[in-house]
């Protein structure tokens, strides 16, 4: 059946509170020196090839589809229970070993860098906070903006439909260069439109961002990642701090920093997108074995996998 593995923590020490996992099987702490992960029998079959390198085992796509939502909901229950009372690195949904020495190996080679990380993340925890806005309507004000400049520039016979072309000027090269001056023309007000609604965005990202950013000791920014999701923050937060970091979304949420725009909040989470491992041959292996979660830029391998 295989180990199924939750978190990392920063004790070797047997878990004394009775906790389950997936399929209500006993969660339990595997020791390494003076960390551990915590593991419990997988319920869940898989068909993919067993190995015995150390290697974590994945499912086939089609089993992952299969597997219940309650399995899902449990691993993050887990992980939360954890939190109460250690540092935790969580592992993505349904990461697998075959057994317990394939654990130890991978323990022994990344103890340095899963060591560094319980220290730095001790007693901080990660929240999240999305920023909707209206982008759809403040882009179209841009666009009317540049229709009314160009109609107005315009000569009198000349289209006001934007993107405004002057179908009167012409030069040796006749008609074709005409077109072509028109496209690039046409080309160059889009890029000054997505410039303008990107600087727009630019603005009211700073503005939220040094409101929360006062409570957080560390943050992920991602910026528009739609058109309508204007921010996708996660903030690293050091536990004396939670209550003032709650409070302040309120007050953001209640005063509308910067208008027409709606705050979600999550957390607290174990910190999913603050884990960073320095080893080189990280990479090669865990592209393969995708152990932690998706491999970014940032290195942020340990995340929330699919949920």
Known sequence: ?????????????????????????????????????????????????????????????????????????????????????????????????????????????????????????????EFGVRVIWPGDIKRNRIIDAYKKSNASAAMPNSSSVYPVRDTNLQTEKGKVSNGVKSFVKEKFEEYKIDKEFEEEADKYIALIDNFFSRWACEKKIEKLKSENLLLNAFYLVEKEKEGDFKEAFERA???????????????????????????????????????????SPEQNLLNKGML
Not at 256 to 279: A, R, V
């Open 1 to 125: 059946m295989g180990i199924y593995t939750y978190a990392i923590i920063d004790s070797n020490s047997k878990i004394s509170s009775s906790i389950n996992g997936l399929g209500e099987a006993v969660v339990y702490n595997i020791p390494y020196r003076n960390i551990g992960i915590v593991v419990s029998e997988s319920p869940v079959r898989d068909k993919t090839p067993k190995v015995s390198d150390g290697y974590p085992r994945q499912p086939v796509s089609n089993g992952v589809q299969d597997i219940a939502q309650e399995h899902i909901l449990k691993h993050e229950e887990v992980v939360e229970k954890l939190m109460e009372d250690w540092t935790v690195l969580p592992m993505k949904f349904h990461t697998l070993f075959n057994q317990e020495k394939d654990v130890l190996s991978v323990m022994r080679e990344y103890y340095s860098d899963f060591r560094e990380n319980l220290d730095r993340l001790r007693n901080k925890k």
């Open 253 to 295: 949420r209640d005063i509308c920093i910067c208008g027409d725009l709606k705050y979600l909040f999550s957390g607290p989470w174990p910190p999913y997108n603050f884990i960073s491992l320095t080893k080189k041959t990280l990479h090669q292996r865990l592209s393969e074995a995708d152990m932690f979660g998706r491999i």
